[in-house]
């Protein structure tokens, strides 16, 4: 995950999967990457806190190649 195009910067980021667990915390890199190889294939949460205090939230769906 990247963000780009905004003055807005990952703080951090909380992985929780379909059952409501929470199964990671995040710090990005400082280029404002993060990388989620480790996870298992599966559908995840991903609640996002950026440094303008803002939270959101994004689905994503993890398929192995």
Do not use: H
């Amino acid at each position: 995950i990247e963000a780009y195009g905004c003055e807005v910067k990952i703080e951090s980021m909380q992985v929780w999967d379909t059952w409501g667990r929470q199964v990671g915390t995040i710090q990005p890199a400082k280029d404002n990457k993060v990388q989620l190889g480790q996870l298992s294939q599966g559908v995840y949460f991903i609640k996002i806190f950026l440094s303008n205090e803002a939270v959101n939230v994004i689905e994503i769906v993890k398929v192995s190649l």
